[in-house]
């Protein structure tokens, strides 16, 4: 017997979000101008402070080997990160942010928790605006989420 579908599946294709681009470098380029004019001992930060920028720009995809090409969710309300050749089948977590102009996205999957930062640029607007939707208001099934069972001692 077919399962009820409970929500029109919806997907959306994730790019590396240009104004998180632009506010990293110009965040970078004005704590390094910032050190060296008002703080000239501390010139040594400023590696430190381009590896941290390059990490904060992976961290949305940036440069990345494989980073996260769509969000998937199905008619039954599962949702599915899609990488490069493989897809992993995802839980949302209940600490998701949730705003018109910011979107963290933080789920498990097979033990491992993962998060995404979604900017309004980072997918076309109809498909954030449903993803938004579905993070707020979709709960699953009780009976078929493993993480909602509770155990005794």
């Known amino acids: 017997m077919r399962a009820r579908q409970l929500l029109p599946p919806f997907a959306l294709r994730i790019r590396p979000s240009r104004y998180w681009l632009g506010l990293l470098s110009g965040l970078l380029l004005l704590s390094a101008v910032l050190v060296l004019v008002y703080v000239a001992d501390l010139w040594w930060l400023l590696p430190l402070q381009c590896l941290l920028g390059w990490q904060a720009l992976r961290a949305n ?20 990160w899609h990488y490069a050749g493989r897809a992993l089948e995802v839980v949302p977590g209940d600490d998701c942010f949730i705003s018109p102009f910011l979107l963290i996205v933080n789920v498990t999957a097979a033990g491992r928790r993962h998060s995404c930062l979604l900017l309004p640029d980072s997918a076309e607007a109809q498909a954030l605006r449903q993803l938004r939707v579905y993070l707020l208001w979709f709960h699953a099934d009780v009976a078929t989420e493993p993480s909602a069972v509770v155990e005794h001692p």
């Open 61 to 80: 995809g940036w440069w990345r080997r494989s980073p996260l090409q769509a969000i998937a969710v199905d008619g039954l309300g599962r949702m599915y």
